[in-house]
């Protein structure tokens, strides 16, 4: 990577039911400022900056009065579409990623294939429950929001697990790692990483 070149995006997008402003550097130190309605989401998010080393905004306002569903789907969508827009057309890029990742008694993988084609799959069997605020089957609704968003294959297993909490953090965690690995600059790649010539 050029040492000029910055990747950076930001990202907003208001609508009836949320308002998201997200800032994204990817070559960061893990810092962050998270701002939502519902504390566990802001949580889980300061997770993704923390361990994947990128650098994050997020102000997000939403209809929590009805239910989280709104804010965590919008908001998992306009940071997978900042992630999209400040990847660029990729050149260099590791585009593969994965990580297993344990937390005390819980173990998640996660991986992430950069391809420009959003496919997602979750194998994370969690009882209907709430963390807080938040209810556990917006884990599976945020994770597809941010495949949808950044138009990447993203698959999460849980291996093994109790804690609610700990379920979702660590696959909260492991999707850090796996960003991290797939979005870092291979020195040694020319190109795209595609025999097509192009990941859209």
């Known amino acids: 990577m050029c040492p000029s070149m910055t990747r950076s995006a930001h990202e907003q997008r208001a609508t009836k039911e949320t ?4 800032e ?22 300061e997770q993704l900056a923390k361990h994947g080393l990128f650098d994050l905004d997020v102000r997000v306002t939403g209809d929590i009065e009805i239910d989280g569903h709104h804010t965590t789907e919008d908001l998992a969508f306009v940071l997978g579409r900042a992630f999209a827009t400040a990847l660029g057309d990729k050149h260099g890029i590791a585009r593969y990623g994965w990580a297993t990742l344990p937390m005390d008694e819980a173990r998640a993988t996660c991986t992430v294939d950069l391809s420009g084609r959003p496919f997602f799959v979750w194998e994370v069997p969690m009882p209907k429950a ?7 089957e917006l884990a599976e609704v945020f994770f597809e929001g941010f495949a949808r968003g950044a138009a990447c294959n993203l698959h999460v ?6 804690n609610l909490h700990h379920i979702t953090e660590i696959c909260f965690k492991a999707l850090a790692k796996a960003l991290r690995a797939a979005c870092a600059i291979d020195p040694r790649a020319v190109g795209v990483p595609s025999t097509k010539g192009s990941l859209e």
């Open 24 to 45: 994204l550097e990817l070559d960061g130190t893990g810092r962050s400022r998270i701002e939502t309605p519902v504390p566990f989401l802001s949580h889980m998010v």
């Open 130 to 136: 709430k963390i807080g605020t938040w209810d556990t």
């Open 157 to 162: 297993v849980l291996h093994a697990g109790t």
């Open 19 to 22: 308002n998201v402003a997200i």
